[in-house]
């Protein structure tokens, strides 16, 4: 039927990977520039880790370094949780070789837990973090095999680490959630019909646009329709009928389309459809079917006419859309065959041959 496809959110994925990169690369640095921190705090410590930070860097500069391949670039909240559970690990080994190493490690270590929280952005992966922040520091706990009270304590801070990111990182995914589903319903109201469903007349020559632009594309068929006489069927039944009238005949006409083809209301009782890739001949057999449908289903009118049956009838214009068309042109010369149908009597298709011929292709 008619398509709904979401806007698309450029501007803000690309904030989000400059982001992404910042963090990864400012991450690298802090790990290499605390070698020269150990250094000045414990002095010769850092020529036992050094392998570790450098180790921990090169994971996130990786990281930030793939998010540069468009095919890793929609990966970012995988690829940001593996650089960080790797930094982790490597900050990990690192407590192992220093002097009272765990218990200066902490902050370290709870600063990477909430790093992780940037990058839980589903259950699953808020889980797989948790997970990481947890298992790294008890094997290290397990390598360096200290004093039992330092085991507890180390226990006791991951395991309330380990709760409160859960807490916060639930919340975090909450409110992504809601945002997320706020921003598709705002984008729905702003594309679709009120009335129909169908695609509004703005998205409708926007995605019009995309595709005549998308030169990859062969021919494209467009449809204009308007539905016959209704301004007498206003005047006759009132506007509620009307209303019923535009509704139930976008649904016929949505209900004759190929999944990929796209319909809109371009204006009070005025339709438009899309059919992409489509030749002159199947774009006369969609219309004739578009036609016969509605000619063929008699409204049942609501109050204050129940009872009474209406019969509504369709004229269509076809257009086939040429290498320097856009939608203005083409929709001017579907326009130009939707009057002409108009002419010849209404319930009617008609299309034009070349630029300059037309013909009436089917009447009753
Ligand atoms: N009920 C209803 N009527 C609408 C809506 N939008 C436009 N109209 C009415 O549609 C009618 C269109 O009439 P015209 O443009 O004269 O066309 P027509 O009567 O269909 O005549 P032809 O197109 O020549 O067959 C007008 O009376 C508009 O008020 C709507 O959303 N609901």
């Known amino acids: 039927m008619s398509e709904q496809r979401q806007p698309s959110n450029d501007g803000m994925h690309r904030r989000t990977l400059v982001l992404f990169r910042v963090i990864e690369f400012a991450a690298a640095a802090y790990m290499l520039a605390f070698v020269f921190w150990d250094n000045w705090l414990l ?156 695609l509004n007349r703005r998205r409708f020559f926007q995605l019009l646009n995309q595709q005549l632009q998308n030169r990859s594309n062969p021919s494209m068929a467009l449809l204009a329709i308007d539905i016959d006489h209704f301004k007498s069927i206003n005047d006759r039944h009132g506007h509620l009928t009307g209303d019923v009238a535009i509704q139930t005949s976008a649904t016929i006409i949505a209900a004759q389309l190929r999944p990929s083809d796209v319909i809109g209301r371009t204006g009070g009782e005025e339709f438009a459809v899309m059919l992409p890739q489509c030749s002159l001949d199947n774009a006369k057999a969609v219309a004739e079917r578009i036609r016969q449908a509605i000619a063929n289903t008699p409204l049942v009118l609501p109050k204050p006419s129940e009872g009474e049956v209406l019969h509504l009838t369709l004229s269509i214009g076809i257009a086939i859309s040429h290498a320097d068309d856009n939608s203005e042109s083409l929709m001017h010369r579907a326009d130009q065959q939707l009057y002409a149908a108009k002419h010849s009597g209404r319930n009617c298709v008609r299309y034009a041959e070349s630029a300059h011929t037309e013909t009436l292709f089917s009447e009753t």
């Open 43 to 198: 002095p010769g410590a850092w020529q036992q880790t050094l392998s570790w930070r450098v180790a921990g860097a090169f994971g996130f500069v990786l990281a930030g370094a793939l998010s540069f391949i468009p095919s890793f670039t929609n990966r970012q909240a995988e690829l940001g949780a593996l650089s960080i559970w790797w930094g982790l690990f490597a900050m990990c080994q690192v407590f192992v070789l220093l002097p009272n190493g765990f218990i200066m490690g902490l902050p370290g270590v709870y600063m990477f837990g909430f790093a992780i929280l940037v990058y839980s952005t589903s259950r699953r992966l808020l889980w797989a973090n948790i997970l990481g922040f947890l298992l790294w520091p008890t094997l290290a706990l397990f390598q360096a095999n200290p004093e039992p009270e330092v085991w507890i304590q180390y226990a006791v801070f991951l395991l309330c680490g380990a709760s409160m990111l859960l807490i916060l990182g639930d919340l975090l995914i909450r409110r992504l959630r809601k945002d997320s589903h706020y921003q598709a319903k705002l984008s729905h109201l702003a594309f679709t019909d009120g009335l129909t469903g169908v």
